[in-house]
């Protein structure tokens, strides 16, 4: 096993699968999942027996410095989850296609093949909107587990002009529920909402056969998914409202971790303050 998990057991004998996590939304058991981009976070995960750890490209905010995902590429994401696929042997290791990466079919294919291939990931996540459902249904098809995200989607800022909720008024979210539905049909494994009102990712995943995971989606999704950095107080600039320091009120970052983890399964995390009821 690896030296960085080496400190402190873990429960699970077994790594995360794909259809874990579908068990664990059998079995209204909340799937815990943080962000990681190098091995010690990555092992700090592994420690609190978290499900998944996904290598988003949000490094390229909270590792870059920079004020949007957009620059991030498939060369960054490889290299960085090659990294946290050291520290990591249970939770499952997802990892973002960054922007523009699967544009076509073939960039899809040919980025996901680096990111499973060379990263060593078990699962890639698409920020997905209508027109790509095709593209999951391609990987889906050759066995390439997809988790796609919905709802803000930070690598189209520049069309879309800020980070704002998402599925608002009436039209906007039958048409996010409509989406959810398509990649469901289309072959992902997961779904991801970000910046959803409560009601509407509730009605998501009740609705939905695969696990909903949330970020700022409220408490009644199958799971919640939070930026590592955010998780111990460390990311730079004004925090959105469902992000939450655990390192504040705990005196390790493991135990930080833990809380997150713990707050995630109780459902005590996010709270209504921490949710967008409309
Ligand atoms: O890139 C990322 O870290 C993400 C999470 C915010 C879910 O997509």
């Not at 999942?33 to 010690?40: F, G, I, P, V, W």
């Not at 870059?64 to 946290?84: E, L, P």
């Not at 469902?242 to 705990?250: E, I, T, Y």
């Amino acid at each position: 096993m690896n030296k960085l998990v080496e400190t402190r057991p873990t429960q699970r004998t077994q790594p995360v699968s794909v259809a874990t996590l579908g068990q664990m939304k059998r079995d209204n058991q909340p799937i815990a999942c943080l962000t990681a981009y190098d091995a010690s976070f990555a092992a700090l995960a592994e420690r609190a027996n978290m499900d998944l750890v996904l290598v988003g490209d949000s490094l390229g905010n909270v590792i870059h410095g920079q004020a949007t995902t957009t620059s991030v590429s498939v060369d960054d994401i490889v290299y960085h989850t090659r990294c946290v696929a050291a520290g990591l042997s249970t939770p499952l290791l997802a990892a973002d296609l960054p922007f523009l990466s699967f544009a076509t079919t073939a960039d899809a294919v040919a980025s996901s093949r680096r990111l499973i291939g060379e990263g060593g990931a078990s699962m890639v996540k698409v920020e997905g909107g209508a027109a790509d459902t095709s593209i999951v249904e391609t990987l889906a098809q050759n066995g390439v587990p997809v988790c796609a995200h919905l709802g803000l989607r930070p690598q189209q800022v520049h069309k879309t002009g800020g980070f704002k909720i998402q599925g608002r008024s009436k039209d906007a979210a039958k048409k996010l529920a409509a989406e959810a539905r398509q990649f469901e049909a289309a072959g992902a494994d997961l779904l991801l909402l970000e910046c959803v009102p409560s009601p509407l990712a509730r009605r998501i995943a009740a609705t939905a056969k695969v696990p909903v995971i949330g970020i700022g989606a409220g408490p009644d999704v199958d799971g919640q998914i939070l930026v590592s950095h955010d998780v111990i107080g460390l990311s730079a600039g004004k925090k959105p409202k469902f992000v939450r320091n655990f390192l504040a009120s705990h005196d390790s970052l493991d135990e930080a971790v833990e809380a997150y983890v713990e707050a995630v399964r109780h459902r005590y995390f996010p709270s209504a303050d921490e949710s967008f009821d409309s």
